[in-house]
C-alpha cells in the first residue's frame, strides 16, 4: 500500500464548478500536510498547508481527518487557471523534514 | 528574492556516462533537499542536506548517485555510470528550517529533466 494515496483523475469539470479531491496516508503518525499544485513540466508549488481545524484561502479549503486518515482539498467557483495536478504531500512521521508525495490528481476546468 | 535554481534544465546522456547536476538554493535556506520524479511514479524524496551535512540520505537509491553540499551553499547530485532506469524529473528544493511538528514551507526549483539513453 502507498503512503500517500491520490486517485489520479482526470477530473474534467465546468468553470464555475465545485471539485474536491480526497487523499489517504497511512501514517497515523504524520502530523504535516499540504496540497501542492504542479502544471506541467514545472515544479511543485505550496498551494496550502493543511490543519487540524481546517482551512480555507479564498476559493480553496482544506480538511484533515486525523480519524480516518484523510485530507481533502476543495475548490469552488473553479477557474480555467486551477487547472494542474493537484499534490497530496504529508511529512513521513518518522522524520519531519521528510516529505511523501501523493501520484498526484490531474484536473482540468473547461470554459 | 531569487528562487530555487537548477542546472541543467535537461540532460541527454548516454548509458554509462556521467551526469552531474546542479541545485542553487534561496539565499539563507539551510536546508537542501533532493527529490526524483520517474515517469508515471510519484515524486520521491532523495536526501536532505542541513548545511553542508547530510541529514537523510535513506532516498538515494544507490551507490552510483552522490551528493555533496560543500560550504553549505549549492549542492551537485552527480550520477555515476547513469542507467537507463535513472531517466526522470530531479528536483532540488530549499526551506528555512526543518523539523519540530510543522515541516517549514520547501520551495522547489524547475527541475533537471535527464534522459538516459
Known amino acids: 500500500r502507498k503512503e500517500v494515496e491520490q486517485d489520479p483523475g482526470p477530473f474534467n469539470v465546468p468553470e464555475g464548478a465545485t471539485v474536491a479531491f480526497n487523499c489517504t496516508y497511512s501514517?497515523?503518525?504524520?502530523?504535516?500536510f499540504f496540497w501542492y499544485r504542479q502544471d506541467c513540466r514545472k515544479e511543485p508549488k505550496l498551494l496550502m498547508s493543511v490543519y487540524s481545524s481546517g482551512n480555507e484561502d479564498g476559493r480553496f479549503t482544506a480538511q484533515l481527518n486525523r480519524a480516518s486518515q484523510y485530507i481533502s482539498l476543495l475548490i469552488r467557483d473553479s477557474k480555467l487557471s486551477d487547472s494542474a495536478t493537484y499534490l497530496c504531500v504529508v511529512n513521513k512521521a518518522s522524520s519531519a523534514s521528510k516529505i511523501i508525495f501523493g501520484s498526484g490528481t490531474r484536473l482540468s476546468i473547461r470554459p | 528574492e531569487a528562487g530555487v535554481t537548477q542546472f541543467p534544465s535537461h540532460s541527454v546522456i548516454e548509458k554509462g556516462q556521467t551526469v552531474t547536476l546542479r541545485c542553487d538554493p534561496i539565499s539563507g535556506h539551510d536546508n537542501l533537499y533532493w527529490y526524483r520524479r520517474v515517469m508515471g511514479k510519484e515524486i520521491k524524496f532523495l536526501l536532505h542536506?542541513?548545511?553542508?551535512?547530510?541529514?537523510?540520505e535513506s532516498g538515494m537509491p544507490n551507490n552510483r548517485f552522490l551528493a555533496e553540499r560543500t560550504g553549505g551553499t549549492y549542492s551537485t547530485l552527480k550520477v555515476q555510470p547513469a542507467e537507463l532506469e535513472d531517466s526522470g524529473v530531479y528536483f532540488c528544493?530549499?526551506?528555512?528550517?526543518?523539523?519540530?511538528?510543522?515541516?517549514?514551507?520547501?520551495?522547489f526549483g524547475p527541475g533537471t529533466r535527464l534522459t538516459v539513453l
Open positions: 528544493a530549499s526551506s528555512l528550517r526543518a523539523g519540530g511538528p510543522l515541516t517549514d514551507t520547501q520551495y
Open positions: 501514517n497515523s503518525a504524520s502530523q504535516s
Open positions: 542536506f542541513v548545511k553542508e551535512s547530510k541529514q537523510d
